[in-house]
């Protein structure tokens, strides 16, 4: 088993950055591949980014490509989402996700076994 705790969320101004972290504990290390998911106020958990056990492989959501970053630390059990250029459609609670799987292209919430409490974030205008 692994426990994910997220942190880093809060109030940003639209063009800010944010740097959101999962910490893993647990069975950790390279095992798992690792995704952020986000939850708008009254929309669906949609797919923000996905990174392999590596961190060689990374996928991103059409809206966040240029603007977000995922990479992972394994010697620190974390991964981390830098969001640049926030916009207000970017507010949501974000999720970290663990996956078993490393193959290639898994960007549907059903795929991810492990999850995260969620952390909020904020985009004022």
């Known amino acids: 088993q692994v426990q994910l705790v997220e942190s880093g969320g809060g109030l940003v101004q639209a063009g800010g950055s944010q740097r959101l972290s999962c910490a893993a504990s647990?069975?950790?290390?390279?095992?798992?591949?690792m995704g952020w998911f986000r939850q708008a106020p009254g929309k669906e958990r949609e797919f923000v980014a996905r990174?392999?056990?590596?961190?060689?492989?990374?996928y991103y959501a059409d809206s966040v490509k240029g603007r977000f970053t995922i990479s992972r630390d394994n010697a620190k059990n974390t991964v981390y989402l830098q969001m640049n250029s926030l916009r207000p459609e970017d507010t949501g609670v974000y999720y970290c996700?663990?996956?078993?799987?490393?193959?290639?292209?898994?960007?549907?919430?059903?795929?991810?076994?492990?999850w995260g409490q969620g952390t909020q974030v904020t985009v004022s205008s």
């Open positions: 996700a663990a996956d078993n799987s490393n193959s290639a292209n898994r960007l549907q919430e059903s795929q991810y076994y492990y």
């Open positions: 647990g069975r950790t290390g390279s095992t798992y591949a």
């Open positions: 990174i392999s056990r590596g961190g060689i492989t990374v």
